[in-house]
């Protein structure tokens, strides 16, 4: 069943302006293409808010089923890639939400009905 999984962070008010730089520069050029080739991951999308690009920042992953993000995870490759992702956010303020799209077949499944 098609879900999303969304991230909200900020990244840590201890990094540099390069830091911050280098980050970005990281997550789009090795990140981003890394996680698109798991199997089920159909987008990964980053957006800002307002102002500099530390602070209120989404990450949304659209997948073929909730369980792209689990082999996502369990990928030995990408394990260096979300260590060092993770090392740059302020986890007191992250937080994450699965979505799951509402298709018929999940009304049927729902519903108990064929």
């Known amino acids: 069943m098609p ?40 987008s990964v ?16 992953f659209e997948m073929d089923d909730a369980g792209a993000y689990e082999r996502l995870l369990a990928d030995l490759q990408l394990r260096p890639l979300i260590a060092k992702t993770y090392a740059a956010w302020d986890m007191t303020t992250a937080s994450q939400a699965f979505y799951r799209e509402l298709t018929p077949e999940l009304l049927r499944a729902l519903s108990g009905t064929t």
């Open 3 to 42: 879900a999303v999984y969304v991230r909200w962070v900020s990244l840590k008010d201890a990094l540099s302006d390069a830091e911050v730089a280098a980050y970005w520069k990281f997550t789009l050029e090795e990140v981003v293409p890394a996680l698109l080739k798991v199997p089920g991951i159909r």
């Open 45 to 60: 999308k980053l957006y800002s808010g307002a102002g500099g690009l530390r602070a209120n920042i989404r990450y949304v």
